[in-house]
């Protein structure tokens, strides 16, 4: 059974960095897309970021283009999110998925999700 775990989050002042990741159990996910979303208290569910399988195509919300850095490590079955120069918008528990492909996960028709990790930037 594959499951997907993220951690990472925190509190930090604006400006700062933080490190999300994402490590997958159960069987491989290195045939799935991987991304993140994120939802802040009262909004919707949002794409933050996408990788493909083989980690060599990347994809970014607008809003955090230049910010955060999506990568993957297949041998360690992880993912993970670099995110620089946080604002306080970028508050919101963000989650770790899994998708057939890049476009799906884009569109919300995850495989599988993590259980969130919450990260607050203070202004």
């Known amino acids: 059974q594959r499951q997907l775990v993220d951690s990472g989050g925190g509190l930090v002042q604006a400006g700062g960095s933080l490190r999300l990741s994402c490590a997958a159990s159960?069987?491989?996910?290195?045939?799935?897309?991987m991304g993140w979303f994120r939802q802040a208290p009262g909004k919707e569910r949002e794409f933050v970021a996408a990788?493909?399988?083989?980690?060599?195509?990347?994809y970014y919300a607008d809003s955090v283009k230049g910010r955060f850095t999506i990568s993957r490590d297949t041998a360690k079955n992880t993912m993970y999110l670099q995110m620089n120069s946080l604002k306080p918008e970028d508050t919101a528990v963000y989650y770790c998925?899994?998708?057939?492909?890049?476009?799906?996960?884009?569109?919300?028709?995850?495989?599988?999700w993590g259980q969130g990790t919450q990260v607050t930037v203070s202004s």
């Open positions: 998925n899994a998708a057939a492909n890049p476009p799906l996960l884009k569109a919300g028709r995850v495989d599988y």
């Open positions: 159960g069987r491989t996910f290195s045939n799935y897309a």
């Open positions: 990788i493909n399988w083989s980690g060599d195509s990347t």
